[in-house]
């Protein structure tokens, strides 16, 4: 626009707004309306500009990926987010049949992290997780889980995670103790079936005594 | 300009003779013959029936018929394979590994945004309207190997495809164009040069509505802010971190 020669004025100098072509004005006329459909009117609170990642992601966020977990006091509740970058993810070939992609393709997936160090998970769920599943945790302290699920990498990845989660819900868990009746009953009921399966025992036994043939009969 | 053929036939016709009588006749189709009763003509007398029997005296079976024993259109169980099928979408499928391979061959810009018109420019797709195509699937195969950070525009995906295409750094929206703005979309420039002004672009239908206004879908009607809550959430469930779309080359983005 600068330099342009202004018609009206016949002097070199920088081309104001009042002296804007038809076209320009059209275009800075259609370029502001908006319908009412558009994103501004439909969610006025909301950024449009997807580069410009959330302000404030709201706490529970990330909880929307964990299963809910009962009686676990505020303190120690796990935020539901797992730092990527902290754990040893790594690929290899899966087995089974599968042919040439089963031998090319990298889709098995081992993810492994210290868990002493996982500062990132509160320290109950820690303590928890080194007591409860100690068959998933190797001599170096590395909880490892695998998974070869699918015939996809990513989706396998989306699989350990998964587990991952599993895990960490499952720990957590306090198993309900059975109250004094049910303890009762559980015990008239197996007395019951042992009963039950003697009796049939001995039938079962006489059966095959009348059987028997003695030489003199 | 004429073209050669236009010329060529312009020099005949100049060659030519006078046009009368002699030399014009009625175009094929125009003219019926007329029902020959009677003995006269080549359709006369049995009127191509043929001397007695079932075939003169119209009285045959019904085609399939298999004299008695029931008949294979009737032995075999009835399924709504093709029920609804004329009013039903279609989808044209293009998979992450054509994409990456049309951008990897050069025939699609990925400092572009990417839409339906890339994909047919490249010859990736042919979009014919009146088959109720609605637009592209992006499908999944080719994910764990798609590299390219793309700003992308397609009709139907999977959670899979936006993972994959979002790792890269790209963007993905879910737009829905219906058939006429759609035909237009596929052909624009042939479009301008009819010099008709452009039609309004519709909403979605009922049943599509929930679709493109679902973040997890990242319809093009859904709200952005939720859309980014979805972004950090598929990077947590898919284990990767979210690239930062500040930095990397400047694209217009399409919301």
Not at chain 1, 169 to 189: G, L
Not at chain 2, 9 to 19: I, Q
Not at chain 2, 132 to 159: C, M
Request: proline share 6%; with cysteine; charged share 30%.
């Amino acid at each position: 626009m600068f330099g342009r020669v202004c018609l009206l004025c016949s002097l070199s100098r920088p081309v104001v707004s009042a002296h804007l072509s038809r076209t320009h004005q059209l275009r800075a006329l259609y370029s502001s309306y908006e319908s009412q459909y558009s994103l501004n009117k439909l969610y006025p609170g909301s950024d449009q500009d997807v580069t410009k990642p959330l302000d404030k992601p709201s706490k529970e966020l990330f909880l929307r990926l964990q299963d809910d977990i009962e009686e676990v006091s505020e303190t120690e509740k796990f935020s539901g987010f797992i730092p990527i970058d902290k754990l040893n993810v790594k690929f290899s070939k899966s087995g089974g049949p599968g042919g040439q992609n089963v031998n090319k393709v990298e889709s098995k997936v081992d993810l492994r992290f210290h868990l002493e160090s996982a500062e990132w998970l509160p320290a109950s769920i820690r303590a928890q997780i080194q007591e409860k599943k100690q068959t998933n945790i190797n001599a170096k302290g590395e909880l490892v889980i695998t998974s070869q699920k699918t015939r996809s990498q990513m989706r396998n990845v989306q699989d350990c995670l998964q587990k991952l989660r599993d895990i960490i819900a499952e720990v957590q868990r306090t198993p309900k103790e059975p109250d004094e009746n049910s303890a009762a009953v559980w015990r008239m009921r197996q007395e019951k079936s042992t009963r039950e399966r003697l009796k049939q025992k001995t039938i079962h036994s006489r059966t095959k005594t009348d059987r028997q043939v003695y030489a003199d009969e | 300009m004429g073209s050669m053929g236009n010329r060529k036939a312009l020099e005949m016709v100049r060659s030519m003779p006078r046009v009368s009588f002699v030399n014009i006749r009625d175009n094929p189709g125009s003219k019926k013959q007329k029902k020959i009763r009677g003995q006269g003509g080549s359709r006369g007398g049995e009127s191509g029936r043929g001397r007695s029997g079932k075939s003169k005296r119209d009285t045959r079976p019904p085609i399939g018929y298999e004299g008695g024993t029931t008949p294979f259109y009737l032995r075999i169980p009835m399924f709504p394979f093709y029920k609804n099928f004329a009013t039903r979408r279609q989808y044209i499928p293009v998979s992450l590994e054509k994409l990456q391979h049309l951008i990897d061959m050069g025939r699609i810009d990925p400092e572009e945004p990417i839409d339906v018109t890339s994909f047919v420019h490249a010859g990736a797709v042919r979009i014919n309207v009146f088959d109720r195509v609605y637009g592209i699937h992006l499908t999944d195969e080719g994910a764990d190997k798609f590299v390219a950070p793309v700003n992308l525009e397609v009709q139907w995906t999977s959670e899979l495809s936006i993972a994959a295409v979002e790792r890269s750094g790209g963007t993905i929206s879910l737009g829905y164009y219906d058939p006429q703005s759609l035909d237009i979309l596929s052909h624009p420039l042939q479009f301008f040069r009819r010099g008709q002004p452009i039609p309004k672009r519709l909403l979605p239908p009922k049943d599509l509505v929930d679709m493109y206004t679902d973040p997890s879908k990242r319809g093009y009607l859904s709200d952005p802010n939720q859309i980014k809550e979805n972004r950090l959430l598929l990077a947590q469930k898919f284990g990767y971190e979210l690239p930062d779309l500040t930095k990397g080359s400047r694209r217009a983005l399409h919301r």
